[in-house]
């Protein structure tokens, strides 16, 4: 039987907090689970946080911006690699890791006040590194730890958490070679497992009401690997 847990009780996260003791002591772990942690919770934890008061835009973050607060959009051209599509205040575009999404990651809900930005982590696979040795180190149990945050998708409508970050799990499970019942091989079959773990987790995450983490017990998820090998390769992307 497959569970998903919230992780709840957790104060607001600020800079330097143990995200990692905060989560043991409220979480029952058992080896082989896997702990989704929304984005904005470690990010918080990492200091990844802008004050707009700080910020002077550009030429190029007003233009983007239109009536919106062009501060903003100066963090978004900051975080962002290139800019894949904008239609004004609308930015898509592509982070320093990789991701293609919208406004580079840069958000301004559930932020420490109205004056201020969450950027994403540096490195979130080193995040969820660093958060999976730390809960071994406190509870023993040898769990996978996936960082979260909502994507919005090409030709579909709303938000799914995906998988930015993770470790101790295996972001895909390839069938490729493999054969149906009915026979039939299976040529470019790859399911995406740590997105169907961030997706599952979001169901209980509360982005309201201040639930940045849960608990996924049932699922074999253990491996290895980095949540860049989610990200479509340039040469087979068709879109960009």
Known sequence: MISVSPVEGLPEIGEGD????????????????????????VSKAEGRVVWLAD????E???????????????????????????????VIS?????????SAGVDSSNAAGPETVV???LDPDA?????????LELTGAEVGVIVSDSFGRPWRQGTTDVAIGLAGIR??????????????????????????????????LGKV?????????????????????????AERDLFR
Do not use: W
Request: with cysteine; proline share 5%; hydrophobic share 45%.
């Open 171 to 204: 972001p895909l499970n390839d069938l490729k070679g493999t054969r149906d019942r009915a026979g039939y091989e299976l040529h470019a079959t790859v399911i995406a497992v740590a997105d169907e773990l961030a997706g599952a987790a979001e169901l209980v």
């Open 55 to 58: 910020v002077e835009p550009s």
């Open 18 to 41: 143990d995200l990692a003791a905060l989560i043991a002591e409220r979480a029952d772990l058992a080896d082989g689970d896997v702990l989704v942690v929304a984005q904005k919770a």
């Open 127 to 135: 995040s969820a590194a660093r958060l999976r040795e730390r809960l």
């Open 60 to 90: 190029r973050a007003r233009e983007l911006a239109g009536r919106e607060d062009a501060r903003r959009h100066e963090v978004i051209l900051r975080e962002s690699s290139r800019i894949v599509r904008s239609r004004p205040p609308l």
């Open 94 to 102: 592509e982070t320093r890791h990789g991701f293609v999404c919208a």
């Open 209 to 233: 009401d201040g639930v940045p983490a849960a608990v996924i017990r049932g699922v074999d998820a253990r491996g290895e690997g980095s949540a860049r090998e989610l990200v479509m390769p």
């Open 119 to 121: 950027l994403l982590p």
